[in-house]
Nanobody, 120 residues
Framework: QVQLVESGGGLVQPGGSLILSCVLSGRTFGRYGMGWFRQAPGKEREFVANISWSGARPYYADSVKGRFIISKDNAKNTMYLEMNSLKAEDTAVYYC?????????????WGQGTQVTVSS
């Protein structure tokens, strides 16, 4: 059984940075592409970024391109999302998922989510 556990969320001021982590257990991490999604109150879950199983070919939503960096360490079974120049509109619950694509139904396994709040 695959389990994904996110960590690293919290409260940060506008313009600040956070790094989210996602640890996968139960399967061979290196075989999975991975992605980050987020969901703000009253809004649909939206794609943030994804990365291939090898850690290559990162892909970003336009809203975060140039500010967020996705990476993957197969030796540690961990994926990261470095978030810089954070804005109030980045406030959401962030989820990591195993799969590929930009649509949430393309992902098979999900973490429980971690809250990111950007506020002064």
């Amino acid at each position: 059984q695959v389990q994904l556990v996110e960590s690293g969320g919290g409260l940060v001021q506008p313009g600040g940075s956070l790094i989210l982590s996602c640890v996968l257990s139960g399967r061979t991490f290196g075989r999975y592409g991975m992605g980050w999604f987020r969901q703000a109150p009253g809004k649909e879950r939206e794609f943030v970024a994804n990365i291939s199983w090898s850690g290559a070919r990162p892909y970003y939503a336009d809203s975060v391109k140039g500010r967020f960096i996705i990476s993957k360490d197969n030796a540690k079974n961990t994926m990261y999302l470095e978030m810089n120049s954070l804005k109030a509109e980045d406030t959401a619950v962030y989820y990591c998922a195993a799969g590929a694509g930009v649509l949430y139904w393309e992902y098979e396994f999900w973490g429980q989510g971690t809250q990111v709040t950007v506020s002064s």
